[in-house]
């Protein structure tokens, strides 16, 4: 007796326990309930490197989950699917614009020194490139929030149309017809950017050597600038790099992906040893955004292989909504069903089932928060199969249970009996369940995936429902003499004349 009080006490506090956990954290939606973004990216072969390989997909993906956790995207998933693509699925995100741009850039970060006998062409563009980058900041609203905060409102930079055209014909720049001005001044920037890259020298200091990278409000303008730290090697590569063009007046260039985001001079002061101390900032007239942006790139790393983006989707939240209200309809409508089967079938010992049932379905969700295990349709499908399968363990113990008392044997053995000769078929079937589910994460992708984690927990609770939930219920029912009737079980007529 005590023994089962025990257990029952058990089953009580894991319920309690169960709803105390669903009621703290929550079930965690997934994409297709939830609504939000996917992207599929392709890995391009680049180089020498004439077809993607599978170490070379991980490798990227690596680099691209490193840049998804910095954006702060929570329950993000990305997997690989075929020989070189990669699906990202982002729930909760219906603007997929700002993972795009973080995710499909290369962010390879050079510094570089200004070559010598390039100074003449390097002060005719640099303010050129000067002029272009704050007429076009001071069109950018993101960039002009507050014009007064400086005690009165600033002068607004121009680029006198006479000029900008004469700047596009010298360079060579061909605008296309109907192009608007901010057009024809972000066209000339691309082609001072590339000029200004053909005049540094070779790469002497990469994101490589990167250890951190960070970001801070510039203390003249209301842009940002972003910072870094390199290792004991890049730091001692900067002071070097530094140490070169100190006092030459030849520029530090710092090119992102090919373009040239800013540009600095090395006073004499550090001709002896260079800038030590392993840290620099990039000053690029940055947005707040941008700065983030760049900050996660150089901090997720360079990807070894370029990626594309071949797909976008987006789903609404209200597709969502109607998933989950169909799903959780056809889960009611379908326990409502088994339940009153099991009533009827079972009489007593299938209102017992009910209630582990119940049980296990609580049980189920309460370890769907804890892992947590993002619930998708499929994963509905797999926890609404383990409810069947919960219960055809049931089924399977209440036949041997009725077997055994139309035989003439007492309740109470039957019942011992019963749970007895049930349990090989139940391990058995369970167990092969398993291995299929085992087979189906190992082997499957994605949403395949999450029907196997519900399902193969499905079953490892539906064991510990049937054979302890079920019989301790109905042991502690069989101590109240008044419930003691076989005919509770299974109707008189099929009973022994002894037995009824």
Known sequence: MARQQGWVALILAL????AALLASYGLQLGLDLRGGSQLTLQVLPAGEIRSVQKEQLEAVKEVLERRINGLGVAESTLQTVGNDQLVLQLPGEQDPSRAARVLGSTALLEFRAQKPGTEKEMQGLLPLKRQAEAVLAARDPALNQDPTDAGGPRPTPQLPPEDLARSLRDLGVEVPAGSSESDQIGLLLQEVNRRLVGLYGPTQLTGKELTAAGRQQSATASTWDVTLSFNREGGEKFAALTQSIAGTGRVL?????????????????????????GGASITGNFTAEEARELEVQLRGGSLPLPVKIIEVRTIGPSLGAENIRTSLLAALSGLALVALFMVITYRLAGMVAVVALSLYGLFNLAIYALI???LTLPGIAGFILSLGMAVDANVLIFERIKDELRSGNTLIRSIDTGFALAFSSILDGQLTTLISCAAL???GTGFVKGFAVTLGIGVLLSLFSALTCTRTLLRLLMSYPALRRPTYFLPGAELPATAS
């Open 15 to 18: 319920a309690i326990a169960s």
């Open 253 to 277: 260039g710092i090119v992102l992906d090919g373009r040239s985001i800013s540009e600095a001079t090395v006073g004499p002061e550090f001709k002896a040893a260079g800038i030590t101390g």
């Open 372 to 374: 947590p295990v993002t």
């Open 441 to 443: 994460f190992a082997l």
